[in-house]
């Protein structure tokens, strides 16, 4: 857990969930965190809950599907604390239905937020771990793509594409930025509240109720892998409900 300490980290997504569990735990052991998501009120409340417990953290209204608001979320960090060391690229959506019906609306939702609002947050960072000749990209990703079912092909394909696109990165890359994958199973989060197919958010919800682990694992999950000396790159971590099939 040392190795976390002092770490300056930009999370997406933060404002309740799994982002909000890592800005959290990340606080509590001493990494200064910089969040954004478009909840401006949450996030502040995370901010005050944070300083309330003698944590470091700032945040930024950010939508990542615009990429200059990605730039920003940064180029703030890297103001405020002189460095980034971590990008944790955690803002995404679901929509779930077949795909003959068509929702299209409900792709381009998730194409622009689950996939190219990943390519704008690293977009945003490598040039700045570049410069720096280190930091570690983190993507939470999905077991929806580990496991292809019907209604959610679409979903599974931008989360698929991600897992594509860091392990290009990744053997680009000379070692000097890691990028670490970590794909959660059933959690308890306000995720399904925003599925628009009613049948499947209430279907979705119990099975969320009867088996969904915290959300506070997968940040243990995401401290295990920046904790790692900087000569170790975590690839892949899956992390699940252990009944879940």
Known sequence: MQNIQGKVVVITGASSGIGKAIAIEL???GAKVIVGARRKEQLQK???????????????VT???????????VNLAVEQYGKLDVIVN???VSQISRIDDLDIDGWEEMIDINLKGVLY????????FKQQQSGHIINIISTSGLKIVPMQGVYA?????????????????????RITGISPGFVKTDFVSNLKNEEMK??????????????????HA????????????????????????
């Open 27 to 29: 606080a509590k052991n």
């Open 46 to 60: 995370l901010v005050d809950n944070i300083h309330q417990n003698g944590g470091e953290a700032t945040f930024a």
């Open 63 to 73: 939508d990542v599907r615009n990429r200059n608001a990605l730039t920003h979320l």
């Open 90 to 92: 955690n803002a995404g």
């Open 121 to 128: 947050g690293m977009a945003a960072a490598i040039p700045v």
């Open 157 to 177: 394909g931008t989360k698929n594409a991600v897992r594509t696109i860091a392990e290009a990165f990744r053997q680009e890359s000379d070692g000097s930025i």
């Open 202 to 219: 209430v279907a979705s919800a119990k099975r969320m109720e009867e088996i969904a682990i915290n959300p506070e694992a997968v940040a």
């Open 222 to 245: 995401v401290i295990y892998a920046i904790s790692q000396p900087k000569e170790v790159e975590i690839g892949d971590i899956v992390i699940r409900p252990a009944v879940q099939n």
